[in-house]
């Protein structure tokens, strides 16, 4: 895009799908300024995880040799029963993932990967025009008396006017609101502790030094909750997601702190790895209730437009979220990025149209493993276990589907090759 072409964007919210968001619409040209409510950008104390269809994103905009600093690759996803720790079913991740889906599956402490998108945002020598970042900036509504140049306004009353708004403002999202679109927001019944356990306790203890010799990405199944674990940082901490139900605290606080024991306590009569893995939380762990929105296909008006969890919140089931804001990104940038201001209303119903489905049966897929990972042990356990076998993916989606992502028009990235093209 010419620089007389160049139009403005104003991303409210700077995780990991707003920063995506506007590094991709940066290669395009765009002028883009980010919105964050806290005063300094960052990301929570945990790892994520990027299967292929995220991690050609990244690559594609340029960031191969960054990530290639950060990450960790598990050369295995391991599905294991709860009470004996045997495997269930076992699926190849490392070379295979680059073979077969021509991108990596790769884990990272989520503030490297967002500090990787930060730092390429305001690259001074990146392609196209600088991002601008304005922190302590709650975006409380959005001004659309002028449809074609809505106006985000922050809690300070600073006005942003824009060509395009876009709301990566996170589950509980303030543009969404502005939208007045329909409250979609269901509990799960359901609640996540996430921990970092340092490495070298992993690594001192014969119990546990097992997760240190390969690195993989582990599932636990049990009835009524399930364990996920790997690495970070090369083996400097463990990342562990417990989910067990909710207690009647955390749904009304959303949020807390939790102990050491009382991670080991909600996993009774679990294999004793379990509890050898959880007792050497250090007192950082944290609960948080799970909530996710219910597939709603209306995520634009006028020139506003909603991505990531704003849009399709979902159950970490799957490690799918960020991933498929990851997605939401990339699409936008390609529909924003070929038309000019009088085709802007036409590039976002495409985009939504490319994408609502898509991260819809994702949003779906998540919520039923809600009850697939977590049902008592008899007939239907069974089944499941005979199905994780033979199948490849989780729920009714194929992993086959899920990391082949939405397809792209950029012909280059959709022929990308992580094995073959420096
Ligand atoms: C336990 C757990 C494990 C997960 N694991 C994975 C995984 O392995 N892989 C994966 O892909 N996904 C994973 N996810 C999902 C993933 O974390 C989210 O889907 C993802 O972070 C959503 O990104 P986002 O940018 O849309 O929203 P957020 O990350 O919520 O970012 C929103 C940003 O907007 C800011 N903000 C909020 N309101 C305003 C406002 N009014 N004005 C300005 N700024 C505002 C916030 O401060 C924040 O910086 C996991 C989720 C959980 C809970």
Redesign the pocket.
């Known amino acids: 895009m010419s620089a007389s072409q160049s139009y403005s964007v104003v991303v409210?919210?700077?995780?990991?799908?707003?920063?995506t968001a506007a590094l991709s619409l940066r290669h395009k040209g765009l002028r883009v300024t980010v919105?964050?409510?806290?005063p300094q950008?960052g990301?929570v104390g945990?790892?994520?995880?990027?299967?292929p269809n995220?991690s050609r994103i990244l690559i594609g905009l340029g960031l191969r040799a960054q990530l290639e600093a950060i990450h960790t690759e598990p050369l295995d996803q391991v599905r294991r029963r709860w009470k004996d720790g045997s495997v269930i079913a076992m699926t190849s991740l490392g070379d295979r993932c680059k073979r077969e889906y021509n991108a990596p599956y790769w884990h990272y402490h989520?503030a490297d990967l967002h500090k990787v998108l930060l730092d390429a945002c305001v690259d001074p020598d990146g392609p196209g025009p600088v991002v601008q970042i304005r922190t302590n900036?709650?975006?409380?509504d959005v001004d659309r008396a002028d449809p074609a140049r809505p106006i985000a306004v922050?809690s300070g009353g600073e006005r942003y006017p824009a060509d395009v708004v876009i709301g990566?403002?996170?589950?509980?999202?303030?543009?969404r609101d502005a939208l007045d679109l329909p409250d979609t927001l269901v509990f799960s019944g359901e609640m996540?502790y996430?921990v970092l356990i340092p490495g070298d306790k992993i690594a001192a203890d014969p119990a546990t030094r097992w997760l240190v010799d390969r690195f993989q990405s582990t599932i636990w199944y049990g009835p009524d909750r399930h364990l996920v674990h790997y690495m970070i940082r090369g083996g400097q901490f463990l990342n562990v997601?417990a989910i067990v139900p909710c207690s009647p605290e955390i749904e009304r606080k959303w949020s807390g702190p939790a102990s050491a024991d009382e991670l080991v306590d909600a996993f009774p009569g679990w294999d004793d790895r379990v509890a050898s893995m959880l007792s050497k939380s250090e007192g950082d762990a944290t609960v948080?209730a799970?909530f996710h929105r219910r597939r709603d296909p209306v995520w634009t008006d006028g020139h506003v437009v909603l991505?990531?969890?704003?849009c399709h919140?979902?159950l970490?089931y799957q490690?799918?979220?960020?991933?498929?804001?990851?997605e939401d990104a990339a699409v936008l940038a390609e529909e924003l990025g070929a038309v000019t201001v009088s085709g802007i209303g036409d590039a976002l119903a495409r985009y939504v149209s490319r994408r609502a489905k898509h991260a819809g049966m994702v949003q779906d897929a998540s919520w039923q493993n809600m009850s697939f990972y977590h049902l008592p042990d008899g007939p239907e356990q069974r089944a499941r276990d005979a199905k994780l076998k033979d199948f490849n993916g989780e729920s009714d989606v194929s992993y086959d589907w899920l990391w082949r992502g939405t397809p792209l028009h950029d012909k280059d990235l959709e022929a990308f090759s992580y094995q073959f093209r420096k």
């Open positions: 409210a919210g700077g995780g990991l799908g707003g920063l919105l964050e409510q806290a950008l990301e945990a790892g994520i995880q990027t299967a995220a989520r900036s709650q975006v409380v922050t990566a403002d996170g589950i509980r999202s303030s543009v996540a996430r997601v948080w799970m991505l990531g969890d704003a919140a979902m970490p490690a799918q979220g960020a991933s498929q804001a990851m």
